[in-house]
């Protein structure tokens, strides 16, 4: 049995759904990171969930690996076919199939992205608040265990998913979890397949919790003269409870990236981004407390604004962020960081990094969700030259080190993928082999994925 013999038995099932182009299979070789083009050897599409059982029991037949795709946003290579295989992608299973606004909650297809099912949900006053930044799919999301710039109030997918449909390693087809706002009903299977990309199963349905519209969102930003300063203030914010929405940083060489690519004027400095959310009566009076905070912190030119076109213009240093930074040099890629540690810790580890990196001369500015005690720092790399390459895998290996140092985690949000392997033992220890148990347990052929979160079967 080979991936050869299991293309074979696929083509009668899915016909032209059975792609092998060239131009197919690099697309799903690709990745947002610096991973090396990687393509699987066919990339199915499925419309249903019993298309996808099939080609599962077909693979596991023929031992052929299966890897899921939804929008290829993911940053550690977990949708790289790393050991050959088939790409199961979710672009046809992108259906709505069931809004309950009473319940507020809303099944739907893997493959919808993020921003199609806001725009369902707009006429009913709810939305899905997990943000992770790029329009990636909801499958792809609750795979990965995404959060994201909202998660300091709203949670990540590990709060918001209520529920799936699974496709297990050997064609079975399984709900977890359900509507209930509650349930003491056994393990919890949800909590295991979100975050588990795709080395279980395959996710075919979600059952998500929504959130009520605001009445009224009001967005600040500020700028500082240091980053401790401004993350005295997120921790004193959090510290008092305000409710914000969102708290991001920015630091200076990300500001400069951004007035380069978009020809904005901002400060050369690290900013906070933050936005809230409620009555009209609450965001400005969450909006004018964080103001006061921020003055104490050395914080210079806050500004807040509910129109939407203020908003907009405030928050574009943050959404052009991660392409202002690849613009700044031209050719480059990036080996994108993911430390999140206690907020206690964060001043520490922010400075710790900034400090390793002006030691080795790289381009890599930080930003983050430091609402969350999350940050990224974007390692700016030329791949041609090897000794860059190398100092930058060394400081990205530093930081997961200090992170782990510092109570943290090696990965708040972009996942293990086979990106993050080298660290899983040092945080997880035993834990780790668990997980090797169970994913022998579901997967004892290790078709599913292979090659990420833990090591091969």
Known sequence: ?????????????LGDRLARSKSELDHHGGSESYFPLTPPDAVAYPVSTQEVAA???????????????????????????????????FARMNRVLEINPEDMDIRVQPGISREALNDELRATGLFFPVDPGANASLGG?????????????????????????????????????????????????????????????LITELTLRLHGQPAAVSSAVCAFDSIDGAVASVIEAIQLGVPVARIELVDAAT??????YSGMDFPEKPHLLLEFHGSDSAVQEQAETVGEIVVDHG???????????????LWKMRHDAYRAILASRPGARAIVTDACVPISKLAEAIAETRADIDRTGLTAPILGHVG??????????????????????????????????LAGTVTGEHGVGYGKLDYMQAEHGEGWAVMTQIKKALDPDGIMNPGKVIRRN
């Open 1 to 13: 049995m080979t991936i050869s013999s299991a293309i074979d038995a696929l083509v009668p099932l």
């Open 299 to 313: 914080g210079d030119g806050f500004r807040w604004s509910t129109l939407p076109e203020d908003r907009n213009r």
């Open 141 to 201: 999301m609750a795979s990965t265990r995404a959060s994201g710039t909202t998660t300091v109030r709203y949670g990540s997918m590990r709060d918001n998913v209520m529920g799936l449909e699974v496709v297990l390693a050997d064609g079975r087809i399984i709900r977890t979890g359900g509507r209930a706002r509650k349930s003491a009903a056994g393990y919890d299977l949800t909590r295991l397949f979100v975050g588990a990309e795709g080395t279980l199963g």
């Open 255 to 260: 500001a400069a990236a951004v007035n380069a």
């Open 55 to 89: 080609i599962v029991r077909i693979c596991a037949d023929h031992k052929c690996p299966v890897i899921g795709w939804g929008a290829g946003t993911s940053l550690e290579g977990h949708g790289l076919a790393i050991n050959g295989g088939i790409s199961v992608d």
């Open 372 to 405: 969350d005690g999350n940050f990224h720092a974007i390692l700016m790399i030329d791949e041609s030259n090897a000794a860059e390459v190398d100092a930058a895998k060394a400081l990205s290996g530093r930081l997961a080190e200090r992170a782990l140092r």
